[in-house]
């Protein structure tokens, strides 16, 4: 017999994503810090870039899950919110791309990243267009 509250995800939804965003965010910030500060030696190098990578991975897990809660007009305005902010961050990153003279860290010039997204959009929309057969 289990008398304890019964957690609803759908009221707890909001607070996840933006726990979820702030956890990722300081992820983020930490991993910079220690890049600047600490300089960490090869091979922890990635381990350290690779921190963000999982907490924003978990963010998009959380945000999934909170969308699988909503109506679906809900969803529609989050589809089409996420199809006018691809194309946008497309401009944007060209854009800097044309404004930035010397190479990335990576050694791959900033205005060649945003050739990648198309190709990452072409993936995902595989992988959604998978789920839906």
């Known amino acids: 017999m289990n008398s304890g509250p019964t957690i609803h995800f759908t009221s707890n939804s909001p607070r996840r994503v933006f726990v979820a965003g702030l956890t990722w965010l300081l992820a983020y910030l930490a991993a910079r810090y220690v890049f600047e500060t600490m300089a960490p030696e090869p091979h922890w190098d ?31 305005i989050h589809l089409e919110a996420l199809a006018l902010a691809f194309p946008t961050t497309m401009l944007v990153l060209m854009t800097l791309g044309l404004l930035d003279s010397p190479a990335s860290p990576l050694g791959l010039p900033l205005r060649d990243i945003w050739v990648l997204l198309p190709l990452l959009y072409v993936l995902c929309f595989a992988v959604v267009n998978q789920r839906y057969r």
Do not use: T
């Open 46 to 76: 990635i381990v350290v870039a690779n921190i963000p990578v999982i907490a924003f991975f978990w963010f998009v897990w959380v945000v999934r899950r909170a969308l699988k809660d909503i109506d679906e007009l809900r969803r529609r």
